[in-house]
C-alpha cells in the first residue's frame, strides 16, 4: 500500500526521490519522507504527515538534502496513526541506519519487547520500526551489514518490501523483498528501486522483478542481487514497454477523467493482438484444448472492482461454457474450505498484480492442485508471475486509484477467454460467436459514442450530487454493473451508496425508499427489461428519484415511467455491461468533482492493497 523508490547514481538524489515518489503517491498518501547518504554530511533525513507537497515545501523540492544515494517512501498507515513521526523513514536508535518499508511485520511486537529489554527505546508507534533497531542489534555485534540483514530477515515474519541505509556504506543501500512488490531498475550509471515502475520510468525501462527472499546491495555501478540464502545471483532483465505520458495527467485535471477516456483505446489494444479471421487466440496461453476440455468447474477470485468483473464472468462464462463458475472474494476463499481439484481451474483478477488476498488465494489454489490463469494489467507482478497462465490487460499504468480502464480491460478479456474456452468445447453456435466477436470490435467505437455525450451525466450530477444515499437496483447483468457503479461513487464520493439485485427489494431493501432518496435504475440487460420498469414504478410509487440506463432501443420505453435516463448503445448482451459502466463512472466522478472531493486519492484508500 506505501510507495518506496530507491537512488544510487552521481546526480543529487532527493530531487530523484522526490519525484518517483509523486508518481507513487497514489499508493499512500497520508504522509512522505526521504533520507539521503553523503560521506561529508553523513545521513540526512526528512519526512513529514500529508501529501507530497508538503515535503517538497519541507526540502525546497530536495535541494536542501546533499547526496548521490537515498531512500524515499509515501506512506499509507496501518500501524499508528499518520503522523510525522511514524512517517518513513525509520532511523535505529544511534542514528545510523535508515529504513523504508511497504507491508506488515507480525511479530513486531515480540521483537520489539525483545530490543526494549536490551535497552532499546522506540520513537515511533509502527512496525517497521523494529527493522531499524534489530538491524542495528544485529549490526552492532557482527559489524557486517549484509550478515545482519540476513539475520534480521530470518527473525522478521509477515510481508516486506524494504529499502535501508548505513552510514558506514555511503555509495550503495540495501533491498530485500517478501509478499510485497520491489523492482531493480538499471539506469546509465545509476540504479534504482521502486515498488512500482511508473516511478522510475522517466529515467529506466531496464528493470528485474525481485522474488521472496532476494536481498540487492544497490550502487551507482550496479546491482548485485542474492538468493535466499546468500549466494549471489543473475537477474533476469525486462523491458517495460509503458509510455511516460501514460503516467501523467497530459493536461487534465483529473486521472480518473483521463482513464475514463482512455477506455476505448485500451480495448482496443487488448482486443487487437488476439483476434484473428474472426476468431480470438491467446498467443501465450499454455492451457490446452484438452486441458480445457478436462475441466469441470472454474472459479473467478478477485477483490473490489475485480471481483465485480468476475461477477460479470460468472453470468457470461456459465452462458457460454455450460459448466459451474463460482465467482469469490480472494479474502474469502483464502480462509474457505474451497472445492478445489486438478479439474479445477481458478482465475484470479487483480490490475496490480500485487493484491495480498488475490496472492493468498492463488497459493492456496495451487496447493490445492489447480490450474491458476490470472488476468494482470502489471507485467511482471507478483500474481503474474505466480499463475501457470497470465493473460495481460493492456490499459497502460492507471493511476487513479478508483480503477476505470483496468476493469474495462479486464471485462474484455474475461470475455474474449469465454469465446475461446466456448468454441474449445463446442459450447456456442458458430453465428453466436460470429455475432459476439463483431460486436467486441465495434466496443471501442460504440464507448468513444458514449464519451461523446457527457453533458446529460454532468446534468443529473450537478442535480444530485448532495444526496447521502443512493441505490443500485438491476437484474442479472445489470447487478453486476450496479456492484460497479456503486463502488465508484462511494468510493470517490464519500456518499453511502448499495447494490442490489432487484428482486430482493421486496425482502427488505425498499423499507428504505422514500420521498427523494435517489435510485439508479439500471435497464440495459434488454431480456429483463419489463422486469426493470417494474422495479422502477414500484420505488417511484414510493417517492424515489430515478435515474434510469438502458439502451438506445429502450429508452423511449424507460421515460414513459423515469424522469431521468441515460442511455448507451445497444450491443450483444454479453458485453451491454462495457458499455453500461462508463455513464455510471462519468456520474461518480462528476458528482465526486461538485462535492469537492479529492478525486484521485481518496481517502483511506490505496492503489494496491498489499497487505491484509
Ligand atoms: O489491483 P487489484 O485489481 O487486485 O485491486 C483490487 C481492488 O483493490 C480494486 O479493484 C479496488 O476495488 C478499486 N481501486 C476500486 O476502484
Same mark, same amino acid.
Request: hydrophobic residues 40%; charged residues 20%.
Given at each position: 500500500m506505501c510507495g518506496i523508490v530507491g537512488f544510487a547514481g552521481k546526480e543529487e538524489a532527493a530531487p530523484i526521490l522526490l519525484d518517483g515518489l509523486e508518481r507513487l503517491e497514489y499508493r499512500g498518501y497520508d504522509s512522505a519522507g526521504v533520507a539521503v547518504l553523503s560521506e561529508k554530511q553523513g545521513l540526512q533525513m526528512k519526512k513529514a504527515k500529508g501529501r507530497l507537497k508538503v515535503l517538497r515545501a519541507l526540502?525546497?523540492?530536495?535541494?536542501?538534502?546533499?547526496?548521490? /544515494?537515498?531512500?524515499?517512501h509515501t506512506r499509507w498507515a496501518t500501524h499508528g496513526e499518520p503522523n510525522d513521526v511514524n512517517s518513513h523513514p525509520h532511523l535505529s536508535q544511534n542514528g545510523m541506519?535508515?529504513?523504508?518499508?511497504?507491508?506488515?511485520?507480525?511479530?513486531y511486537l515480540e521483537i520489539k519487547e525483545f530490543l526494549i529489554s536490551k535497552g532499546v527505546s522506540f520513537r515511533s508507534d509502527t512496525d517497521t520500526e523494529v527493522v531499524a533497531q534489530l538491524l542495528e542489534y544485529y549490526y552492532a555485534s557482527s559489524g557486517d551489514l549484509k550478515s545482519a540483514v540476513y539475520k534480521m530477515l530470518h527473525r522478521i515474519e509477515g510481508a516486506y518490501a524494504l529499502g535501508i541505509l548505513c552510514v558506514d556504506y555511503p555509495d550503495c543501500f540495501i533491498a530485500a523483498r517478501k509478499d510485497a512488490p520491489l523492482l531493480l531498475g538499471y539506469g546509465e550509471g545509476c540504479s534504482f528501486i521502486a515498488s512500482? /515502475?511508473?516511478?522510475?520510468?522517466?529515467?529506466?525501462?531496464?528493470v528485474s522483478?525481485?522474488?521472496d527472499g532476494e536481498v540487492a546491495v544497490v550502487s551507482a555501478s550496479g546491482i548485485r542481487v542474492f538468493d535466499a540464502m546468500g549466494l549471489e545471483i543473475e537477474k533476469e532483465r525486462h523491458t517495460v514497454d509503458w509510455d511516460v505520458s501514460a503516467a501523467e495527467k497530459g493536461g487534465y485535471a483529473?486521472?480518473?477523467?483521463?482513464?475514463?477516456?482512455e477506455q476505448p483505446e485500451a480495448i482496443r489494444k487488448t482486443i487487437s493482438p488476439r483476434l484473428k479471421d474472426g476468431h480470438v487466440f491467446f498467443e501465450d496461453l499454455k492451457?490446452?484444448?484438452?486441458?480445457?476440455?478436462?475441466?469441470?468447474?472454474?472459479?473467478?477470485?478477485?477483490?473490489?472492482?475485480?471481483?465485480?468483473?468476475?461477477v460479470i464472468g460468472k453470468y457470461n462464462l456459465e452462458r457460454l461454457l455450460r459448466r459451474p463458475v463460482e465467482v469469490v472474494l480472494a479474502s474469502e476463499f483464502r480462509y474457505a474450505d474451497?472445492?478445489?481439484?486438478?479439474?479445477?481451474?481458478?482465475?484470479?483478477?487483480?490490475?496490480?498484480?500485487?493484491?495480498?488476498?488475490s496472492m493468498m488465494a492463488l497459493r492456496l489454489a495451487k496447493k490445492l492442485g489447480a490450474r491458476v490463469l490470472s488476468i494482470v494489467n502489471v507485467v511482471g507482478s507478483s500474481i503474474a508471475r505466480e499463475s501457470d497462465d497470465v493473460l495481460y490487460t493492456w490499459a497502460g499504468p492507471e493511476i487513479a486509484v478508483a480503477t476505470t480502464k483496468a476493469y474495462s480491460t479486464q471485462l474484455t478479456v474475461l470475455n474474449m477467454l469465454g469465446l475461446y474456452f466456448a468454441e474449445t468445447l463446442g459450447t456456442i453456435e458458430p453465428a453466436e460467436y460470429a455475432a459476439i466477436v463483431s460486436e467486441l470490435q465495434a466496443l471501442p467505437a460504440r464507448m468513444e459514442s458514449v464519451l461523446e455525450n457527457t453533458e446529460p451525466i454532468q446534468y443529473l450530477a450537478s442535480r444530485y450530487f448532495n444526496h447521502d444515499s443512493v441505490f443500485f437496483i438491476g437484474r442479472n447483468l445489470d447487478y453486476a454493473l450496479g456492484l460497479e457503479g456503486s463502488l465508484k461513487l462511494k468510493e470517490i464520493s464519500y456518499i453511502h451508496s448499495e447494490a442490489y439485485a432487484s428482486g430482493e427489494l421486496k425482502h427488505g431493501t425498499i423499507s428504505l425508499i422514500e420521498p427523494g432518496t435517489l435510485v439508479i435504475a439500471l435497464g440495459t440487460y434488454t431480456p429483463l427489461f419489463d422486469k426493470a420498469m417494474s422495479n422502477v414504478i414500484e420505488v417511484k410509487a414510493r417517492g424515489a428519484d430515478i435515474v434510469a440506463l438502458t439502451t438506445e432501443s429502450r429508452c423511449a420505453d424507460m421515460a414513459k415511467t423515469a424522469e431521468n435516463v441515460l442511455a448507451v448503445p445497444d450491443t450483444h448482451l454479453l458485453l451491454q455491461p462495457s458499455l453500461g459502466i462508463v455513464p455510471l463512472q462519468l456520474f461518480a466522478y462528476y458528482v465526486a468533482l461538485q462535492r469537492g472531493c479529492d478525486i484521485d486519492k481518496p481517502r483511506n484508500l490505496a492503489k494496491s492493497v498489499t497487505v491484509e
Open positions: 526540502t525546497d523540492d530536495g535541494r536542501s538534502l546533499s547526496g548521490h /544515494v537515498g531512500i524515499g541506519i535508515a529504513v523504508v518499508h511497504n507491508g506488515i511485520i507480525e511479530n512500482d /515502475v511508473t516511478a522510475i520510468l522517466k529515467y529506466t525501462r531496464e522483478y525481485m522474488a483529473h486521472f480518473m477523467y483521463k482513464e475514463i477516456l492451457l490446452t484444448a484438452e486441458e480445457i476440455r478436462s475441466l469441470n468447474r472454474i472459479f473467478i477470485v478477485a477483490c473490489g472492482s475485480s471481483y465485480h468483473v468476475g474451497p472445492l478445489v481439484d486438478e479439474h479445477t481451474l481458478v482465475i484470479v483478477i487483480s490490475q496490480s498484480g500485487e493484491t495480498l488476498d
